[in-house]
Each structure stands twice: as structure tokens, then as C-alpha cells.
């Protein structure tokens, strides 16, 4: 028999040989029972994604990370996602054709740097003076949207997932005032997407460059005025040291979609949930963004007199012209390109029924 000292003592030894070996393998101040779970857990999928646009940009590259956290967090450290920054690991605007060919199973970018070689993918992207962008999300997953994308990306080998989604970006920023349509002539302009298009027609000269690239060519002089995206990351890329004309509405993007861009092969080898994962996550994840972007571009607009730039309204002869430009080069693309016309003509509609509801549904936003 043993006595009572001696087995209190065997537990007590007991006891602290286990809290012993618990510190040896977690650090103090972790938490437990995530470390437990995901030692047991094989990791089942880890991917590298690039970004075309930096993580570090305030308004944006915020969703990317959030998405890669959330997929980890969802899997209990079973399926893992590897964020290379633009340039890390392939240019800021070749992601799809690194996810094409499969030298990457996914990237997160934007679809109009793909207008080159998927002429619709501009539309995808962004739509001069098209949709709201929660009319997108409608038309996205209620109306014709994703079965459009997912037809036309599964050509090239790819699975789009909506998966981030702003309001207007600024109509540019711009060295010298915009005060009639004549002012654009000669401009060089740093402009992306189907805007750029239409800007091309009435005048300017158009480059693109990534957004690494930007303030140097402003600064330098290689451009005259630049859009990028909404104010926050504008003024993170320090446009507004040498623009101090920050020109609205954003009449070439009312709506910015960026997507999950998965190669074909990888997301038909996925599991079913782990699928259903990605497409909820990302549906989160175009909330989320929206939200977000909607939240802190007034603060920044509110301190731009104390950094001595104005915002201003574009001038009522050159919305007129872009208007009626647009149209005009859409219906060009679309005469060119069958899946063009067949996205273009789905957004159309689907903006002419929605704005039915728009006009009665909504108040004026005058206080």
C-alpha cells in the first residue's frame, strides 16, 4: 500500500512535469487551444498569392490580409495563404497570367490590367458611368455577373471569386486646374481601364504604370496628373505633394471590384467546402471592403485645405464630353469582341431595371 504522503506527492510531481512540458512547446502568453487544435490539424493547402496592388495601401490592402487571416483562422491552420507583395514574386499587373499558367494557384487583383488579352475583364474591373457598386454585387451574384466571369475566365484556365469592392475612385489629381474640356488636351495622363480610353480620345496621352511608379513620374514631370484609386490611398502614395487639384466624381470607375483569381486545375481539385469556404470568405471580404472605404474617405477629403489641396468638381462641358465619349468607345469595344458585348449589354440592362428602383428608393443626399 502506498501511503497518503507518497501519492500526493507522485500527482503533485505529475502536475508539474506537464506544465513543464507545456511551456517547452508554447510560448507563454499564447493561446492553447488554438496550438492544440492546429498541432492535430495536417495542413492540407498552403498558397502563395501576389497582389497587384501593396498591402500596406491604406483602403485596399487591407482585404487581402484580412482574407488570408480569416481562410487560416476558418481552417484552424489547415489551409494557409502566402501574401507576396507586387513585384515580390511577378509584376503588379501579371498575377492572372501567373495564376493561368499555374505558377501560383491564386492571386488578388484587379481585372482591368487584364483588358489586353480579356477585353471584357475591363468591365469586370470597372465601367465608366456604370453600376453602383452594391448594384454591382447585385448584378454580380443575383443577375448575370459571376456566371459571365466565370465563363469567360474558365478560357484562360481561371475561377473569379468577387472578393473586394469600392465606390468611386477621385477623377484624378491634376499639377494644374481643370476648368473646361479643352484643359485636358496634350495632358499626360496616368489612367487605367476603359477610362483611359475615353480620355485617349478626347485628347490626353495615356499611360499606365503601377502604383510604385507614380509619384516619381508626377514628381519628375513624366505625367501631368494621375487616378490611382480613392482618396485614403491616394494620399498614402503621396499624390498630393505635387497634384493640389483633386478633381471628382469618378465618373471612369463609380464602382472598383477586385477579385480572387484561383487557376482552374487548383479549384477543381479543392474540396467542396473548402470551396464554399473561399466564396464565403470572399463575400465577406467585398462587405468588408465596401464598408470600409465608404468609412474614412470624408476625414481625408476634410483635411485637405490644412495640406493645401482643393477638391473640385469636374467641369459641366467635360462630364458632358466623357459621357457621350464613352458611350461611343464601349459600343466600339463591343463591335470588336463578342464577350464584350455580351457583358456590357448585361450590365446595361441590368442598370436601366435597377435604376427604377434607385430614383424612388433613395432621397436626395443634400442636408
Known sequence: M????????????????????????????????????????????????????????????????????????ASSGAFLIDIYEPGEMVPAFAVTDAVRERKVPAGHTWLGYDQGKIPASALFGATPFGLDPWAYIGWWFFDEGQNLASRIYA?????????????????????????????????????????????????????MLPSGEIFQALETGVIDATEYSQ?????????????????????HQPFSASHLVVNLGVWNEMSPGDQRLLEGLCTAATARHLGLTEAVQGAVIENFPSIGVTANVLPDDLLALLRSTTKVVLDEEAAKDADFAEVLQSQRAFQQTYAVWRKLAYPSKEL
Open 2 to 73: 502506498f501511503s497518503k504522503r507518497s501519492v500526493i506527492f507522485a500527482v503533485s510531481t505529475a502536475f508539474l512535469v506537464g506544465i513543464v512540458a507545456t511551456l517547452a512547446i508554447r510560448p507563454v502568453g499564447t493561446n492553447q487551444s488554438i496550438n492544440l487544435v492546429a498541432s492535430e490539424i495536417a495542413v492540407r493547402a498552403k498558397w502563395r498569392m501576389p497582389l497587384s496592388s501593396p498591402s500596406n495601401l491604406p483602403g485596399g490592402g487591407e482585404t487581402p490580409l484580412w482574407l488570408a487571416e480569416s481562410v487560416e483562422r
Open 155 to 207: 478560357e484562360h484556365n481561371m475561377k473569379p471569386l468577387l472578393c473586394g469592392i469600392s465606390g468611386p475612385e477621385t477623377a484624378g489629381w491634376f499639377r494644374q486646374p481643370i476648368e473646361t474640356a479643352d484643359d485636358i488636351n496634350g495632358l499626360k495622363i496616368r489612367f487605367a481601364g476603359i477610362g483611359g480610353k475615353v480620355l485617349q480620345r478626347i485628347g490626353a496621352s495615356i499611360t
Open 231 to 251: 482618396p485614403i490611398t491616394d494620399q498614402a502614395l503621396g499624390f498630393a505633394r505635387i497634384a493640389k487639384y483633386n478633381y471628382f466624381p469618378g465618373w
